[in-house]
Structure formats: structure tokens, C-alpha cells
Nanobody, 123 residues
Framework: VQLQASGGGSVQPGGSLRLSCAAS????????MGWFRRAPGKEREFVAA????????YYADSVKGRFAISRDNAKNTVYLQMNSLKPEDTAVYYC?????????????????WGQGTLVTVSS
């Protein structure tokens, strides 16, 4: 499956952005989808994941209550709504996909990756 992330940009602290990740190539609903991010000088880290049906979602503690992951299987797209953004949310955000039922926070469990979209939170 091929993934194309979009929606990044610059925003002030407290602002919002919505990232999108469009998938193509295989049956999108067969995949658990995740969002990861890499901040400057840091390792890539797990942000959120969503089950194939959209019925289950999972979040890193650092974004819980501020970010929301969702998917539209009819549009082959997964979203990450980011609210109350903080400067520490500045990073390149990647969408990822893995076949199967379970989500993982370990990036090595995801076989497919988008190219990344930059989010900058600064006043």
C-alpha cells in the first residue's frame, strides 16, 4: 500500500491542524493505521493508531485528550486532528500501515510509510 501524508504547516501554540493520509494500492480496510512523529534531534515516536474498522483508537500519553485519529475507509484516508498544539508537538509526522488486527507503538511493526509532513508550532 502507498501512503501520502498531507496537511502539515505552521501554527501558533493553542492552534489546530488536521493531517490526512491517503492510501492506495491495496484494500485499505485490511490495515491498522498509525501516526508517528520525529521531532528535531529525537527518535521517531508513536502518536496514535486506529483499528481497521475505526472502532478502537490508541494514543501516546503526550497527545491524549488533544489529538484524535479517525479513518474513512470509503475514502481510503486516515486523519489526525490535532488541537491545543504545543511547541513540543513540532515534528515531521508520518502515517504508517500494518496488516493484521493489533496496533503497536513500535515503528518496526509497520511495513508501509508515508513521506512525512512537517508541523511547526511556534509563536
Amino acid at each position: 500500500v502507498q501512503l501520502q501524508a498531507s496537511g502539515g504547516g505552521s501554527v501558533q501554540p493553542g492552534g489546530s491542524l488536521r493531517l490526512s493520509c491517503a492510501a492506495s494500492g491495496r484494500t485499505f480496510s485490511n490495515y491498522v493505521m498509525g501516526w508517528f512523529r520525529r521531532a528535531p534531534g529525537k527518535e521517531r515516536e508513536f502518536v496514535a493508531a486506529i483499528s481497521w474498522s475505526g472502532g478502537s483508537t490508541y494514543y501516546a500519553d503526550s497527545v491524549k485528550g488533544r489529538f484524535a485519529i479517525s479513518r474513512d475507509n470509503a475514502k481510503n484516508t486516515v486523519y489526525l486532528q490535532m488541537n491545543s498544539l504545543k511547541p513540543e508537538d513540532t515534528a515531521v509526522y508520518y502515517c504508517a500501515a500494518r496488516s493484521g488486527t493489533y496496533y503497536y507503538t513500535n515503528e518496526n511493526r509497520y511495513a508501509y510509510w508515508g513521506q512525512g509532513t512537517l508541523v511547526t508550532v511556534s509563536s
